[in-house]
């Protein structure tokens, strides 16, 4: 079945350089999420949509860093002006949230890695 | 940044073997679960558990989440070539995920 997809799978990109991370989620999916993995780390949590808002956007590094989600379903990952120490895996995940519940099973794309230069 | 601590690192298993690993942490959590990662691909949920004190096993696997809240196990039974990987614990209280840092299995020569 279609699972959650993300593209690029790689992306080089040059210091001070702009990228754009692609992440499609499990269709009729309502939550979406983006995490970081530097190498040889666990996942740390980036930002939270609900829909097409964003009610957590606590781990998101510094204001280089944006997300957008559109249509309830594709979302994008924006880097400005990248730097070395952004070079990491971007992965998303979605799950079907509503609201009030407690927990939910989050599905994990493949993930997109990214090199800075 | 992370906080739940993951232990072993790594390990070394052969074939045959049961594997443990555990996480912890300073913060009590509603839910643990455990992933694995395979090289190239996003993390897949393994065992997901919403109970204090809940033991849930899933075919060789076994997890627990500890009666405090703050830890939890993962045993692999009897393990075969394909359970190397990395394995990650993670915790939430809602929607965000917090991982541990990861144990990778590797296969002993």
């Known amino acids: 079945g279609a699972g959650v997809s993300q593209s690029p799978s790689n992306k080089v990109t040059e210091k001070g350089k702009d990228v754009e991370l692609r992440c499609d989620p499990i269709s009729g999916h309502t939550a979406l999420y983006w995490y970081r993995q530097s190498l040889g780390q666990g996942l740390e949590f980036l930002i939270y949509?609900?829909?097409?808002?964003?009610?957590?956007k606590s781990g998101l590094p510094s204001d280089r860093f944006s997300a957008e989600r559109t249509g309830g379903s594709v979302s994008t990952l924006t880097i400005q002006r990248t730097q070395q120490e952004d070079s990491a895996v971007y992965l998303c995940?979605?799950?079907?949230?509503?609201?009030?519940?407690?927990?939910?099973?989050?599905?994990f794309g493949p993930g997109t890695r990214l090199t800075v230069l | 940044g992370q906080q739940l601590n993951q232990s072993p690192q790594s390990m070394f298993i052969q074939e045959g073997e049961d594997v443990s690993m555990n996480c912890t942490s300073s913060?009590?959590?509603?839910?643990w679960l455990w992933y694995k990662q395979d090289p190239g691909e996003g993390p897949v949920l393994l065992i997901a558990?919403?109970?204090?004190?809940e033991l849930t096993s899933n075919g060789r696997l076994t997890a627990q989440f500890g009666i405090t809240r703050k830890d939890s196990f993962l045993n692999i039974s009897a393990s075969i070539p394909s359970d190397v990987g990395i394995y990650f614990c993670a915790a939430t209280n809602g929607h965000k995920l917090s991982f541990g840092a990861g144990t990778t299995v590797t296969v002993r020569a």
């Open positions: 949509f609900q829909g097409n808002s964003a009610p957590d």
């Open positions: 558990l919403y109970k204090a004190g």
């Open positions: 913060s009590i959590f509603n839910t």
């Open positions: 995940a979605s799950s079907f949230r509503s609201g009030g519940t407690s927990t939910d099973t989050q599905y």
